[in-house]
């Protein structure tokens, strides 16, 4: 399976300071229109604007003391890191796989799931959590609850 990071690093209390020291200065490059360049020895790369992006997002949660990984989106995952992902426990996982809520793939004996079909699942499900919030406080609103 083709990971970047096979699990998630958390920054120690130094790293986290750099990452937010750099983090401040990535974003005011970038609001600058900056070009990101990195020195490797006597040879300078640009990145990608994408990139910068991406790091700028990677530093901004590692100085705030969070754990990162990086999770190509073709990946498959273990039904136990899709649980992870999701927040939820690995028997109520398997009961949405089964539901035929999520799709997956067998290898073998076990269950796979894709990394986007979860990304996908997640942000279905945080959109509902939203739609029912709103109708919650319209209604509070209609009933002159105070909220």
Not at 15 to 23: F, N
Not at 83 to 89: E, F, G, P, Q
Request: aromatic residues 4%; hydrophobic residues 40%.
């Amino acid at each position: 399976m083709p990971r970047l990071l096979e699990r998630p690093i958390l920054p120690s209390a130094d790293d986290a300071e750099l990452a937010a020291q750099a983090s401040r200065q990535l974003s005011l490059g970038k609001h600058a229109g900056a070009e990101l360049r990195v020195q490797v020895g006597n040879e300078t790369l640009r990145l990608p604007k994408s990139v910068g992006d991406l790091l700028c997002h990677l530093l901004t949660e590692m100085g705030q003391g969070n754990a990162v990984t990086i999770i190509p989106v073709h990946a498959e995952l273990t039904t136990q890191e899709a649980a992870d992902y999701l927040n939820v426990s690995r028997p109520y996982l398997i009961r949405l796989l089964e539901e035929g809520k999520l799709p997956f793939n067998m290898v073998g004996t076990h269950r796979r799931v894709k990394f986007s079909d979860l990304a996908t699942y997640r942000s279905s499900v945080e959109d509902g959590r939203k739609r029912v919030m709103e109708e919650l406080a319209a209604q509070a609103q209609e009933l002159g609850m105070g909220y």
